[in-house]
């Protein structure tokens, strides 16, 4: 099983028609993703590499049966693009957007969260979401992965889950599902939505989870392992170095006080019996070691 | 961006939230002027973007214009915290009955803007949070709904504020929210808010930061821009679109996505060495990119050795052994590269920066042994 996503997905990719929609939304096609359509405002009618294109989502749910977006259009156009297709009844929203003013991002999860409470986003700022072998919505290279589980993977960083994900599949350690849940202030689904949603899959027997300074997201984290998790969670969290106030070029990632530090996430985690690495390296080296206990 | 006092009340003021007049002075001969034209008595205060400039001597009260000037000369040049100040801000003194505080920002946790108020203003906030918390009424707002007068009444009246003040101070919160969401800002203070001896309620300080990126919905930011406290190498580096910050270490670090960045600062630390900076070339980056970030490097001469950490996901890995290249032509590089390079073309990369491998530029196969390398580099060729 996987989370969130499967092989029966069917991707709108808002943005088609653009640079980097048409790059990933092909890209994550040829990875074997069922991309059925294409939405840009008044460019229904043509198609992308035989992609069909619709001006509204609406259309492109009703011709094609979409229920999962990936949101590939500039900052400025990310969130009525968002809200379009939870108010078109799309159930799985990924948002790569970079650069979305904070307040937009306030005002979206909001409006979701009272009138589309169905509908899950993830992002924005985010690599996406990939479930090896299955789906892959986003800019994750769907190579360095590898099907067939045991392990879920949950991340605030892009590169870094590439690292976590690259040194897993080099050790024949699979993974179910990764999720990026981005960088951003207000990210539309956390690391509790990920951890919950891992603890109930059955094909998933460990979690990765790997943070980074700023809020205070890992700490909650912690407290929900501490409840709720029945399985393993190996941790690496980014940042230790990093100087106070200074905005490490996520918007998320920034010291205030001494709220915030890598050091308190990781001695949150600690305590509640999580596997705390020093490095994504170790990480990886950790839950390899996890995984061969598990059997 | 952080914007100084005197810009925070400027940006308050687009939004209707009252403060006193005052004139921007870079000299002492303006500041006499500025508090002539002002009227006496004045205050003195130093512009900087850092906490406790009161207690550091950089507000001071002046009564006549041999006042001014004293002050204004102990001022300028003054050091804070590290900030050097360069600009004061000349304001007409207000007769206070009371100091006050209130903010917004967001609620990370509860995803809602957060609203304080409290009684206890003119004084370190997070020093009131820890020593009497329940002086700090909250109120959380959802942007959906915005906020109302009768809703910023609330935390108003159980902050205590005294009764004359309650209804200015309601309406003020109001046009702070205004400011706060309309003008795209992180965080929006006033410490403190007062309350005159003849009953009006005015901001007497601003901190103001707003959102990076909302800037381009915000052409009037433009005039703010340049006042960013940046050192030499931060300019640069702005100039050239880079995210950078700069460290005090002698590892120049280069890494593609935040996150691998942040990891790469922490493993060089972790095998004993420091970095110069945090660095990263985004995602995508072309090979321009990359020879403006080694660019920028090669212009730090606190540099002993420079780590280049690249994951190649949306960034190619040829393009960026591309830039790398590019750079050598550019610039005579100072200092010896250490080059961990995977992912995305990885091999296409490796094989054409072969020809160019020397004692100075090295490849090692992972994150760790690249680490190690350029701390051992640093330390050799210091």
Avoid at chain 1, 54 to 64: F, K, L, R, S, W
Wanted: glycine share 12%; net charge negative.
């Amino acid at each position: 099983m996987s989370i969130f996503i499967d092989e029966t997905t069917k991707v709108l990719v808002q943005g088609l028609t653009g640079t980097q929609g048409r790059f990933h939304g092909l890209r994550n096609r040829d990875y074997g993703t069922k991309v059925v359509a294409g939405v840009t405002p008044g460019k229904g009618g043509s198609d992308v590499d035989g992609v069909p294109v619709y001006d509204t989502v609406e259309e492109a749910v009703a011709a094609t049966g979409a229920d999962a977006s990936f949101v590939a259009v500039p900052p400025r156009f990310a969130p009525d693009a968002i809200i379009e297709s939870a108010v078109a009844g799309v159930r799985f929203i990924v948002c790569v957007t970079e650069g979305i003013p904070a307040q937009e991002e306030a005002l979206f999860f909001n409006r979701l969260r009272r009138e589309h409470p169905s509908t899950r986003l993830v992002g924005p700022n985010c690599p996406g979401v990939i479930s090896p072998g299955k789906c892959n919505i986003g800019i994750t290279p769907g190579a360095i992965a590898l099907a067939g589980g045991p392990v879920g993977v949950v991340s605030r960083s892009g590169t870094l889950t590439y690292q976590a994900l690259h040194d897993l599949s080099q050790q024949n350690v699979g993974q179910t599902t990764c999720v990026g849940i981005g960088g951003d202030p207000v990210p539309g689904t956390g690391f509790i939505d990920c951890l919950d949603a891992f603890e109930q899959d059955t094909d998933t027997r460990a979690v990765m989870l790997i943070g980074e300074i700023g809020g205070s997201e890992e700490e909650r984290a912690a407290q929900f392992i501490a409840d709720h998790m029945t399985k393993p969670v190996v941790c690496y969290i980014a940042g230790v170095t990093a100087p106070p106030g200074r905005k490490m070029g996520h918007a998320g990632a920034i010291i205030s006080g001494s709220q915030g530090t890598a050091q308190a996430k990781m001695e949150a985690l600690a305590a509640v019996g999580a596997t705390v690495a020093q490095n994504p390296i170790e990480a990886a080296e950790l839950m390899v070691e996890v995984v061969k206990n598990l059997a | 961006m952080d914007l100084y006092e005197y810009q925070g009340k400027q940006y308050f003021a687009r939004f209707g939230i009252p403060s006193s007049p005052g004139v921007l002075c870079d000299t002492v001969d303006e500041a006499q002027s500025a508090a002539e034209e002002l009227g006496y008595p004045v205050v003195v205060k130093a512009q900087v973007k850092v906490g406790g400039r009161g207690k550091a001597g950089g507000i001071q009260l002046a009564a006549d214009s041999e006042d001014v000037r004293r002050h204004a000369s102990a001022i300028l040049g003054m050091d804070i915290k590290g900030h050097v100040v360069r600009h004061l801000w000349i304001e007409k003194a207000s007769d206070i009955a009371r100091e006050y505080y209130a903010s917004f920002t967001l609620d990370r946790a509860a995803k809602l803007h957060l609203c304080m108020v409290s009684a206890k203003g003119g004084v370190d906030i997070e020093e009131v949070a820890a020593t009497d918390p329940r002086a700090i009424a909250r109120l959380h707002v959802d942007p959906v709904d915005g906020l109302t007068v009768a809703e910023a009444a609330k935390p108003v009246a159980e902050a205590g504020l005294d009764e004359v003040a309650r209804a200015q101070a309601a309406h003020l919160l109001v046009k702070l929210y205004d400011c706060y969401v309309q003008g795209d800002c992180d965080l929006v203070e006033i410490n403190p808010m007062i309350l005159t001896t003849d009953g009006r309620v005015r901001a007497l300080d601003a901190k103001v930061t707003l959102d990076d990126s909302a800037a381009f919905r915000h052409a009037e930011w433009g005039e703010l821009a340049g006042s960013e406290e940046l050192d030499a190498r931060e300019l640069l580096a702005k100039e050239k679109g880079l995210t950078y910050i700069g460290l005090s270490g002698s590892v120049g670090i280069i890494a593609n996505g935040a996150g691998l960045a942040m990891s790469t600062l922490d493993v060089v630390n972790q095998v004993g060495g420091r970095a110069a900076n945090f660095l990263d070339i985004g995602g995508g980056a072309s090979a321009d990119t990359v020879a403006s970030a080694l660019e920028v490097i090669n212009s730090d001469d606190t540099v002993r050795s420079i780590f280049v950490n690249i994951f190649g996901g949306i960034t190619r890995v040829d393009e960026v052994a591309n830039g790398v290249v590019e750079a050598l032509r550019r610039v005579e590089l100072r200092s010896p590269i250490v080059l961990r390079l995977d992912g995305t073309n990885a091999e296409e990369g490796r094989q054409m920066l072969a020809a160019h491998l020397s004692d100075r530029i090295v490849f090692e196969d992972t994150m760790l042994g690249a680490a190690r390398r350029a701390v051992a580099l640093a330390g050799a060729s210091r």
